[in-house]
């Protein structure tokens, strides 16, 4: 009987076998310092020819060219890129331990001629095309060649880079450096003048060594013109042209987590954290206090989300497309941070996504971490009182955008620190997204969901995260099993919420994600915001800033949630005191939480002993949760022995110190919260 054919994915498996006993072999060779170092070096080039030809091969493949059916095979193919782009890192650290720290000629260093050579065949090519031209000639030539074997080429250094890590190369502005090696991942192999080697950020280097390049002259030129022009204009405006400044941060700016990923300290699946530097570089664009402010209509001469109801006085509820109640369970299989980085939080960032862009605040929940269970994150802790609303994870969202691909993102995240240089960053260990409606535009049933966590950005496809794939591939219906329950997942649970709660959301503004136990306070203060602006303005054309200090600051307890869960609990402490006829009383409800807030949270805003909100900081974290405790026990102290709920004599006493008073915090400016 004729032996059984090979497919070209087992064919590929056994190379990949074959490049891990070869590398496993050079890397005991290396550290017991057995052979020479040139017959090492020169093993570990062929070693990652070799790698990067069946990297090729690999992605070139299809389930089509099988020649039986393969069961599972997107998956196995996936195991086997990431095995074989683990095994690339692995050669490329051996080959920057092995390359000599002078001029190596199995390297290849440029020779004069060369170099003569290619000035002469780059002077052609910038007659002929633009700097753009010879930056895509440049990429389709490192596409074309592996990084092992990219040409030598001399490169001038754009600005002083100081090496933090071993292997990393110092070079200072204006220094022309030879490029021995360009890699994917941005860090590229170079020698200064002296001998030295080692790895520099490619975004630091300028193709051309700068000696006697008349073109690079006038392009100097042209850019002090360029500059001289931007500042004349900035002078005249009073403005910097803001759009320049992500651009020239790009290009000027490292990443900790592009170094830590050139590294290998953590998975390829990780990126950094997308939702994050939207919070960072837009400002309150994406801030739930933001969305809790009143929108103006089209017109700018009435809202289009805030309206009284004549009959009762109350804020007249609006319904929205979307309107959904969920609880955060649990993530599973989500691999950690590599050596060298300390996590200081877990959590998950959330939003209404579309899949082009986002469509609400960006909400945050924390994830509560066993060190037993590394890779299982939990939501929603059983504590003693109220349950902070950080780790709250029953979240509802209010949409009101007619997308048929609205959905929910969720984006599991970590913020460390690294270890060597201190330096923090926001890591994203992957996401996920559910889509809220069904093929014919139903909305979803009630049910709990097992979300599949991918690895990358959500503008990125079919990106797998790492560390979670096993050796081999599964085989039977029992392993196919088994290998499901390793993929990371997260755990959600859409419910439907009670008559109390929907009316409650009703209130709130058109489009809005936040924690389910803060509704109630949500809509008490959207009940004020209404009087405020609805009732008690003289006209409605009129646009004059009102003394509401509750209106004025209000927003901000939603940007600092330990502020907000003081006010919760301070409210619910009065509501257990008042009657059921107090309670049914809309004046006497939101005379009574007026008073709350100012002698509560409106005081811990402006105490002096409150450091300022930062995420992520332990010791600013407990400093703040004992100054709110403190004053919360103080001001309630305070009101036992005055027997009053709260007033504004407190701010007079002389045991309690408060800020100077500011304009700002005292008046609602109608022109400048609107959206």
């Not at 070869?22 to 017959?39: F, I, M, N, Y």
């Not at 009087?531 to 800033?545: G, I, K, S, Y």
């Not at 609990?569 to 509501?575: H, K, P, T, V």
């Amino acid at each position: 009987m004729p032996p059984k054919r090979k497919g070209p994915l087992q064919l590929a498996q056994r190379e990949v076998d074959e490049i891990k006993k070869q590398v496993d072999s050079l890397t005991k060779a290396v550290h017991s310092h057995g052979g020479s170092t040139e017959e090492a070096f020169r093993r570990c080039q062929e070693l990652q020819l070799s790698a990067e030809k069946t990297q090729r091969t690999l992605k070139n493949l299809t389930k089509a060219d099988e020649p039986a059916p393969v069961g599972n095979y997107d998956q196995r193919k996936q195991e086997e890129e990431g095995r074989l782009q683990n095994l690339l890192e692995r050669i490329n650290v051996l080959s920057l331990e092995l390359s000599p720290p002078g001029p190596s000629t199995t390297a290849g260093v440029v020779s004069k001629e060369e170099s003569e050579d290619n000035d002469e065949d780059s002077d052609d090519d910038e007659d002929s095309d633009d700097e753009d031209d010879v930056d895509d000639d440049e990429d389709e030539t490192e596409a074309g060649k592996p990084p092992a074997l990219s040409e030598p080429r001399l490169y001038t250094v754009l600005s002083d880079f100081k090496g933090e890590q071993e292997g990393d190369l110092s070079v200072q502005k204006g220094e022309v450096l030879s490029v021995i090696r360009r890699t994917a991942d941005g860090w590229w192999l170079a020698q200064d003048t002296k001998g030295n080697r080692g790895v520099v950020p490619k975004t630091y280097l300028k193709m051309g060594s700068g000696v006697e390049d008349e073109d690079d002259e006038e392009e100097s030129e042209d850019k002090e013109e360029s500059e001289e022009l931007t500042n004349d204009v900035e002078k005249q405006s009073g403005t910097s042209l803001s759009n320049w400044g992500p651009v020239r941060k790009a290009l000027t700016e490292i990443d900790a987590t592009d170094v830590l990923s050139a590294m290998g300290a953590i998975p390829s699946g990780f990126r950094p954290s997308t939702l994050n530097k939207l919070l960072v570089e837009e400002g309150a664009t994406h801030r739930a206090s933001h969305y809790i402010q009143p929108k103006l209509s089209e017109s700018k001469l009435s809202f289009s989300d805030l309206f009284l109801d004549p009959d009762t006085g109350r804020v007249r509820a609006r319904q929205v497309r979307t309107c959904v109640c969920f609880s955060l369970w649990s993530c599973r299989m989500i691999p950690t941070p590599g050596v060298g980085v300390q996590v200081l939080s877990r959590h998950i960032r959330l939003c209404a996504f579309d899949g082009i862009e986002v469509l609400s605040n960006i909400h945050t929940v924390r994830a509560t971490y066993n060190p037993k269970s590394p890779k299982t994150w939990t939501f929603s802790p059983r504590v003693t009182g109220i349950l902070p609303t950080l780790l709250d994870g029953e979240c509802f969202l209010r949409c009101n955008s007619a997308s048929p691909d609205l959905g929910i993102l969720f984006e599991l995240g970590v913020t460390f620190i690294r270890n060597s240089t201190g330096e923090r960053g926001d890591l994203s260990c992957g996401w996920a997204f559910l889509k809220l409606t069904d093929d014919s535009g139903n909305p979803i049933p009630y049910r709990t969901y097992e979300l599949p966590v991918n690895g990358g950005t959500p503008y990125e496809k079919d990106v797998a995260v790492e560390a979670t794939v096993t050796r081999g591939s599964p085989a039977g219906v029992f392993q196919q099993m088994l290998q499901a329950r390793r993929q990371p997942k997260l755990i959600i649970k859409l419910k439907s919420a009670n008559n109390r709660t929907r009316t409650q959301l009703s209130l709130l503004p058109d489009t809005l994600l936040h924690s389910l136990n803060c509704v109630h306070l949500l809509a008490l203060h959207r009940q004020l915001l209404a009087d405020a602006l609805l009732l008690d303005r003289p006209t409605m054309q009129n646009a004059d800033p009102i003394c509401r200090p509750i209106l004025a600051t209000f927003p901000r307890l939603l940007d600092e949630p330990d502020l907000l869960d003081a006010l919760r609990s301070a409210w619910l402490g009065a509501e257990t005191s008042m009657s059921r006829a107090q309670k049914r009383d809309l004046s006497c409800v939101k005379q009574e939480f007026s008073k709350i807030y100012m002698s509560s949270t409106y005081f811990l805003l402006h105490a002096p002993s409150l450091p300022c909100y930062r995420w992520a900081d332990l010791p600013s974290e407990e400093q703040r949760a004992r100054v709110v405790f403190s004053i919360m026990d103080t001001l309630k102290e305070s009101q036992q022995t005055t027997g009053q709920s709260g007033g504004q004599e407190l701010f007079v006493e002389p045991i309690n110190q408060h800020l100077a008073f500011d304009v700002t915090e005292l008046t609602f400016d109608l022109l400048q919260v609107v959206r």
